[in-house]
């Protein structure tokens, strides 16, 4: 029998004492609820949360010392970014959703080192830098809203960089420090990265550090890397080549129908149908989201202010982007095919947008878009396509041929340690706006994934495939004894779906359906029941090296389930992304909390 549910976790990081955990524990049904609604016993145990809608305790730490210190604290809030451009874009959100209020109401803080560093002059290091958005404390609500949809803010590891930094009064207003630096060729094309460092950055943030190896296998131990580090200062070296990695890594896995290339090597086999594809065309991003917020901001740049199409149920937050950012979006959330044929008779009748945005799978209803079809009304009526293969992963699905822009939510099972967060953003080199996106691209790209951050990415990611091959079998596993429960009502999963011909048409040889999937029950009870005793992990985010149970629908849409049940997403589904565990024993976990649910049915 499964054990009783408790709430003694709730709150608490997930995994366990992981300071920059991108989880956190919500055990039971009725925690989910209660942190929805903001009750003290669930609010006020949180440690952490998913970033982009929990701000870090050391980021709010070091906001509320730079207002105190440059600020007035009974008025003002900052939000923290990495770079004067992001801030700007900031206070240009508050100003347009407050027309109301002046823009004298905002100040810009740009905050870094008033010295180099105590190392050589000819030593590569990073020193603190951040930039405040000092702003009415009464718009913290947009300014929330600013962080949680586009992903901008920095990252609990680059604060605490720069807490040091500030403790130590050498973290200080840029504007009364600076010399005027000056610089070769037009300023629109002088390219500033997230933190100050001595060697100057291409347009995917890497220098020529990156043609190096240290220790000959690429890049350093992330463990190495924090010893490394002295002062308020990191050498610079280990990052650089860390991102290398890590964009060859994802560039390899497009190319290659075996395992990653190792370390810094050039990917093996170019020759498989992209073969001009490579390591230029990735861009990395401070997260998933972020890519996305910047993939359709760089289409508006590129390509002009058009409405957008959300096609299929999507994740919040891209929906939101297109809605708020921009002139708009159509949504099309079924994603079937006479969604296809309303978005067609529109093209027909004269509508046009700039971009089509769809998930690849969806999440959480885990539907798979009719890529060919889209990608023949994109050619006749010109609009790009992005798809988010975050969930399908791109080691199970290739979808480059059928998109312009492909965007990863590299938090996910790309990392899989559930301690770092990272998105990546690539241009299909033989898209009709290639030389539109990448010209965008050289003016607009910063490099703004903080350079510890990368370390621990690069690391974390290193046995990626051979996680995908053990994920997608057991995945496959649990989606069987779930589909043959009576206490089910349904499972989604690319296996199970309506839409399983439009997935395998992508799907590489040898890959699998992922390692996520839902399933609804007949009731609400049986789902909290199945829920409260399920001997998993529970908590928001998804692609973890352990299993991690959510009740989607309540958590993302709480305040509109009944919008989201139009969709199908109903408020008793259950999300499950499926980690290393053994197989058999994960097996046993899910039948006895299906046991318990069917009991207490048979009882009632």
Known sequence: MAAVPSNDTVGQTIPQDTPHAVSVSLPTWEANVAYEEGEKWVVDKMQCGYPRFFIH???TRLAEGIVAKHGSPETEKAMLFPTSRVANRCVEFLTQQNSKVQPSSFRILDLGSQSGGTSSPNEKIIVPKVTAVLYPSDLWPTAKVFWQHTGEGISSRRAEFCQKAFDEQVLVEQTKTATKQHSKGPRRYQRPMSTDVSAMANANGTTKADETTVNGSGVQDSATFVEERFGRNLNVAFATQAKLAIRRRIAGSLIADSDLPDSLEEPADKSREYPEFSENDVYIYSCGMNAIYNAHRILRLANGDKKSIMYGFPYVDTLKILQKFGPGADFF??????????LQRKLESGERYLSLFCEFPGNPLLRSPDLKRIRALADKYDFAVVVDETIGNFLNVHVLPYADIVVSSLTKVFSGDSNVMGGSLIVNPR????KALKQTQEIEFEDNHFEEDSVYLERNSRDFAARIKRINHTAEVIADVLAAHPCVKKVFYPKHSDTKEYYDHCRLPGGGYGGLLSATFHTMEDAQVFYDHLDTQKGPSLGTNFTLTSPF??????????????YGCEASLVRFSIGLEDTETLRSRFEAALAVAQSKKDRS
């Open 553 to 566: 629908v309540i958590l993302a849409h709480y305040g509109e389930l009944e919008w989201a049940a139009q």
């Open 57 to 59: 305790p050391s980021i």
């Open 431 to 434: 898209s009709r706006y290639y």
């Open 333 to 342: 959330g079924h994603a079937n095919a006479d969604d296809l044929d309303d």
